[in-house]
């Protein structure tokens, strides 16, 4: 269930929600999580608009996007970490409908540590998500086949 920040100077992108959707999308895919309301409703992105004096780089430059990806504790294996910086950093560019800013994104892969993943107003440990998504899916599991 990421958590993905996006920074970027006002005016990089204009369909900010779309931005959100695509980026969300793409990461909880490569995460490969069940396709369940646990994780479709906790798995979201949030788009911050800076004015062009927040944000330079030594030189002063200030054309950049940073991209902070917070995962649960071992949620990306390496093909999965490499999967997402490049996914992103492709959605993110695309975006801005600019292709050189593939080489001016920052995307920074965070993970919470075991226990520190709050939901619901409880702060939860790996085990405990494994399970609350498996209790959702037989639930699902259980509505469908009662209804079909």
Do not use: C
């Amino acid at each position: 269930m990421p958590m993905i920040d996006v920074y970027a100077t006002a005016g990089t992108f204009t369909d900010k929600r779309g931005l959100a959707v695509d980026l969300a999308t793409a990461v909880m895919t490569i995460e490969q999580v069940p396709d369940i309301p646990m994780f479709r409703q906790n798995t979201a992105a949030f788009i911050h608009d800076l004015p062009t004096s927040a944000l330079s780089n030594v030189d002063g430059e200030s054309n950049y996007v940073r991209i902070q990806v917070l995962t649960n504790s071992g949620a990306l294996d390496r093909s999965k970490q490499l999967a997402v910086v490049e996914r992103l950093t492709n959605i993110a560019a695309d975006a801005a409908d600019d292709p050189s800013l593939a080489s001016r994104t920052w995307v920074l892969l965070t993970e919470a540590p075991d226990g520190g993943w709050g939901l619901h107003g409880h702060a939860h440990t790996n085990a405990e998500l494994v399970t609350a998504a498996r209790a959702q899916i037989a639930t699902l599991q259980a509505g469908t086949s009662a209804d079909g």
